[in-house]
């Protein structure tokens, strides 16, 4: 199935390279900057009852934004990006449906399980999303934290999908390498994903094309989901059109509403 993102990046709805997100403005890689504000692709999502996808807070500035899209479309968008124990509630409070984790699951590169505990106790397993975006070393996945840019200890594989499953709902895994770049999903990471995950997750990282989510969705077993960014119309990409991918949705049997802003 498709599920919908909303990407922040200094307050504005963008689409950028993953591998290249970090502090030093010239090397950041940006496909799309919108001019519609956040608060549109919620919206838009909630006409079509697109639900379980997640706005993503790269860095500060977005928290205003998050906040309208959320209001726009309370209980249907997930929330990620320097969520931490402390805030976690307020998020839920302000519309999310799920909080969604990475760093501060870390002490340094090694994951935490007093942290786990932390946030299972603030919001309960039921609404928490374990985000365990990757890249690839050495022949094997690691999970990535800062965004994206540094290495954890934490490598994929089932052992670490079945410890995890037991402290979340679902995961959410962006192929880093691939992120941004539209020339094909990690077929080996949605393959080893599909075979190791006790529950549902979401990946993302290079769709560039309805076939993508066609293959994801036969590969994951029901158990994977893609997001698509960069490649779909409405984040000025050609490979993907919006309305194919509800109509996809639709024919997976999703039940949605036949209104659109895009009609």
Sequence with gaps: ????????????????????LDDRATGLRTNFVSDRPAVWYAELY??????????????????DSARSALAAYPG???IGGGITPGNAGAWLEAGASHVIVTSALFSGLHLDA????????KVGRNRLVIDL??????????????????????KLSQQTLEQLAGW????????????????????????MLAEWTPIPATYAGGARSISDLEQVT????????????????????????YAEAVAFNRRCGGQFSKTSLLE
């Excluded at 909303?6 to 993953?18: A, M, R, S, T």
């Excluded at 909630?46 to 928290?63: A, K, T, V, Y």
């Excluded at 070393?137 to 290495?151: I, N």
Aim: with cysteine.
């Design 1 to 20: 199935m498709f599920r919908p993102c909303i990407d922040l990046h200094e307050g504005k709805v963008k689409q950028i390279v993953g591998g290249t």
């Design 46 to 63: 909630r006409l079509d009852q697109l639900s379980g996808g997640h706005i993503i807070m790269l860095g500060p500035g977005n928290e």
């Design 76 to 78: 249907g968008l997930q």
């Design 114 to 121: 007093s942290r786990l505990r932390d946030f299972q106790n």
């Design 133 to 154: 975006s990757c890249r690839k070393r050495d022949g094997d996945y690691f999970v990535v934290k800062d965004r994206f840019q540094t290495f954890t200890t934490l």
């Design 168 to 191: 979340c709902q679902e995961f959410l895994i962006h192929a880093v390498d691939v992120e941004g770049l539209c020339r094909g999903i990690d077929l080996e990471l949605v393959s």
């Design 218 to 241: 036969q590969i994951g077993r029901q158990r994977i989901d893609l997001t698509i960014g960069s490649a779909l119309d409405i984040f000025g990409g050609t490979g993907v059109k």
